[in-house]
C-alpha cells in the first residue's frame, strides 16, 4: 500500500487519475481511523500523546490535504459537468465534511480538558471518536463507490490531468515538501504504537 500510494500522491509519478489519488488516500485515512477507533477502547490519559497525532493526521492530511482536494478541485470540476451540488452528492459530501469537523473540535477540545485532569471529558473524546470514525466510514464508501466513478464519468480525460496537477501545486504551497511520507509515518507509528 505504502509504495502505491507513494507512486500515486499527485507528484506527477505516473499516469494516475485524481480519484485513484484520493482513493489511495482513503486508504490511508482508513489506517488512521482503524488506530483512533483501537484508542477509544484504551485509558486517554496514558494515550494522549497518540490521540494528538491521530488528531494531528486527521485535521491536515485528511482534511486539509485530502478535503480541500475534494472541495476546491473534485467537486467544483463536477459541477461544471452538470452535477448538481444542491440537493445532490456533492452536497451530501460537503455536510459530512462539515459534520466530521465538528466531531474533530469536540475531541480535540475535550483531550484538552483530559490534558487538564478533567476525568468527565474522557467520555466526550471517545464519543466524538466514534460518531468520526462511522461517520468516515460510510463517507469514504460513499465516495469510492459512487462519487468517484461518478467524477470519471463526467469529467473528460484532459481535465482529469490538470486536476493531478492541481493537487501537486496545492502539496507543494500549502502542506510542503513530504507531506505525505510525514503523515504515512503518522499512520504506521499508530499502528505499531497499537499493536495493529
Given amino acids: 500500500m505504502e509504495q502505491s ?3 500515486n500522491c499527485g507528484c506527477g509519478h505516473g499516469a ?3 480519484t485513484e489519488i484520493l482513493s489511495d488516500e482513503h486508504r490511508v485515512i482508513e ?3 482503524s488506530a483512533l477507533e483501537a484508542l477509544t477502547r484504551r485509558p486517554i490519559p496514558q494515550a494522549l500523546e497518540h490521540w494528538q497525532k491521530a488528531l494531528d493526521f486527521i485535521r491536515c492530511f485528511a482534511d486539509q490535504c485530502h478535503h480541500f482536494k475534494e472541495e476546491q478541485v473534485l467537486f467544483p470540476a463536477m459541477e461544471e459537468r452538470g452535477i448538481p451540488k444542491e440537493g445532490g452528492p456533492i452536497g451530501m459530501m460537503l455536510l459530512e465534511h462539515e459534520e ?5 473540535r469536540a475531541m480535540a477540545a475535550a483531550l484538552e480538558a483530559v490534558a487538564a485532569r478533567d476525568r468527565a471529558a474522557n467520555e466526550t473524546v471517545v464519543q466524538n471518536a466514534r460518531a468520526y470514525i462511522r461517520l468516515l466510514r460510510e463517507h469514504i464508501q460513499k465516495e469510492d463507490q459512487i462519487l468517484y466513478p461518478m467524477a470519471e464519468n463526467a469529467i473528460p480525460a484532459e481535465e482529469l490531468e490538470q486536476m493531478r496537477a492541481r493537487f501537486a501545486e496545492h ?3 500549502e502542506m510542503g515538501a513530504g507531506t505525505h511520507e510525514r503523515y504515512l509515518t503518522i499512520a504506521r507509528d499508530l499502528e505499531t504504537a497499537l499493536g495493529l
Avoid: D, N, Q, S
Avoid at 466530521?100 to 474533530?104: D, I, M, P, Q, W
Fill in 171 to 173: 502539496e507543494a504551497a
Fill in 16 to 18: 494516475v487519475k485524481p
Fill in 5 to 7: 500510494f507513494a507512486h
Fill in 31 to 33: 489506517r488512521v481511523l
Fill in 100 to 104: 466530521g469537523r465538528g466531531y474533530v
